[in-house]
């Protein structure tokens, strides 16, 4: 089971770059990198997915190391609006066979100041 | 766009009483999911689905049961409604692997008095 672990909050300023890592040390071979992002009152919103180095979006960055261990996710010149909580979730491309990279877990709460 | 709506946004049931949470998507997707979201517990998964008639147990199946007779709908189950089923519950569905994006819906807030 490749469980994750994030930070629990995160404070940044509007026009900053702000990264936030996730560590998933028993990460598979065939697991992938997804990104959610969840404001109050909604379900979470899928941001980026990767597998190895760098994703870049119109939203946001990925960065994986080789050893895949971690990833960051780097969300460049933030707004308040970027104030949310973001979940690093590790999975494969299987159905069936178990809940193995379906959990969310705590996320990450950013909270972005003026 | 992937829409996924769930039946109700809020709804208030009795202890003991039966609920049912229907949840629909209209994009083909293979999988569908039910998770409860709870204020410092994060989103939790009780059940899965990976085609019709097929469920898997997410972390806490306890208290639930699920359905799926069609591919595009998914039921979740309270079979006695307790006050600790009060929650916010959350579906979504995805293409092919669990590692794949997952779309959401709005959620129902259910309160179990």
């Known amino acids: 089971l490749a469980k994750t672990t994030q930070p629990i909050s995160m404070d940044s300023y509007e026009g900053q770059e702000v990264n936030i890592t996730c560590s998933h040390n028993?990460?598979?071979?065939?697991?992938?990198i997804t990104w959610y992002q969840q404001f109050p009152s909604q379900g979470p919103r899928f941001i980026i997915q990767?597998?190895?180095t760098k994703v870049t979006n119109e939203v946001a960055s990925l960065f994986i190391p080789a050893d895949r261990k971690s990833s960051t996710l780097s969300l460049p010149r933030v707004s308040l609006s970027d104030t949310a909580v973001y979940y690093c979730?590790?999975?494969?491309?299987?159905?069936?066979?178990?809940?193995?990279?379906?959990?969310f877990g705590k996320g990450t709460h950013l909270i972005i100041q003026p | 766009d992937v829409k996924v709506t769930q039946s109700s946004r809020y709804l208030v049931k009795r202890t003991g009483e039966k609920v049912f949470l229907e949840c629909v998507q209209d994009?083909?997707?293979?999988?569908m999911f039910w998770y409860r979201q709870d204020p410092g517990l994060g989103l939790r998964l009780i059940y899965f689905?990976?085609?019709?008639?097929?469920?898997e147990k997410g972390d806490i199946p306890e208290g639930y049961s699920v359905s799926r007779e069609k591919k595009e709908r998914f039921s979740l189950i309270l079979e006695s409604a307790s006050t600790n089923q009060t929650s916010m519950y959350l579906c979504?569905?995805?293409?092919?692997?669990?590692?794949?994006?997952?779309?959401f819906g709005p959620g129902t807030r259910l309160t179990v008095t």
């Open positions: 979730l590790v999975g494969d491309g299987n159905s069936g066979g178990g809940a193995d990279g379906l959990t």
């Open positions: 979504a569905s995805s293409l092919g692997g669990r590692g794949n994006e997952q779309y």
């Open positions: 689905s990976y085609d019709v008639k097929m469920k």
């Open positions: 990767g597998y190895k």
């Open positions: 994009m083909d997707h293979e999988n």
């Open positions: 028993n990460i598979a071979t065939n697991d992938y």
